[in-house]
């Protein structure tokens, strides 16, 4: 059994020099620390009688609900969807590790690149009024009113797009995007929560690299 442990340490010690040299924002030894976490939601996975090809949208919404404290249906299939990359339905080992590099650490380049793709619903490269309208629709807190709450939304998007279309042609780019959220911040998740805060971040940075801490 010992042999078997050392075999599997060495093999994840030799994925992780891998992949630490592919992906920005972890070290080897976090790398490792982070395919014992994936090898850890795996097994959870096959007990419950489930493939095992990588984690499924099921259990990705576990980790993103449990872990995060995301709690929108909607936002959650499509930060899956943005961590499968080759949309086989499954994040596999390598799309769990570049997936968490952007949504733990990355730079704000790269999360208006990654907030981008999560608000590009039919991923043609531009965020469309009605991709707008229904990102906003889902995300707003339904209140009890005896006014149409679809033409308060409809306002709320000519309202955004005035803000962010910078080249005026009634649809995001991602130029538009990157534009706007460079002159203010706070437009990075304007049409819905899809980032971690750092209290969560903080939280599952200390659970997954603890091992390495107490080193």
């Known amino acids: 059994m010992s042999d078997m442990s050392s075999l599997n340490r060495k093999l994840i010690q030799t994925l992780a020099e891998t992949i630490s040299k592919q992906v920005d924002h972890f070290n080897?030894?976090?790398?490792?620390?982070?395919?014992?976490e994936f090898n850890v939601l795996l097994g959870e996975c096959a007990a419950s009688g489930r493939a095992v090809n990588g984690l499924?949208?099921?259990?990705?919404?576990?980790?993103?609900?449990?872990?995060?404290?995301?709690?929108?249906?909607?936002?959650?299939?499509?930060?899956?969807?943005?961590?499968?990359?080759?949309?086989?339905?499954?994040?596999?080992?390598?799309?769990?590790?570049?997936?968490?590099?952007?949504?733990?650490?990355?730079?704000?380049?790269?999360k208006i690149k990654y907030c981008f793709q999560v608000y590009d619903l039919n991923s043609d490269n531009y965020i469309s009024r009605e991709e707008m309208f229904h990102l906003l629709k889902n995300s707003l807190i339904r209140q009890p009113t005896e006014e149409d709450p679809d033409e308060g939304i409809k306002d709320l998007v000519e309202i955004t797009l005035k803000r962010m279309d910078h080249d005026h042609d009634g649809r995001l780019s991602f130029s538009d995007f990157e534009?706007?959220?460079?002159?203010?911040?706070?437009?990075?998740?304007a049409f819905g929560t899809c980032l971690p805060d750092i209290m969560s971040t903080e939280a599952f940075e200390q659970h997954v690299f603890q091992e390495q801490l107490v080193l």
């Open 28 to 36: 080897k030894t976090e790398v490792e620390c982070l395919i014992r």
């Open 56 to 110: 499924d949208k099921e259990k990705f919404r576990s980790i993103l609900h449990n872990n995060f404290g995301m709690t929108d249906d909607m936002i959650m299939d499509l930060v899956f969807r943005t961590f499968d990359r080759d949309n086989d339905s499954f994040v596999s080992l390598k799309e769990w590790i570049e997936g968490l590099s952007v949504f733990l650490r990355g730079t704000m380049d790269e």
């Open 179 to 189: 534009k706007a959220v460079k002159e203010e911040n706070l437009l990075l998740e």
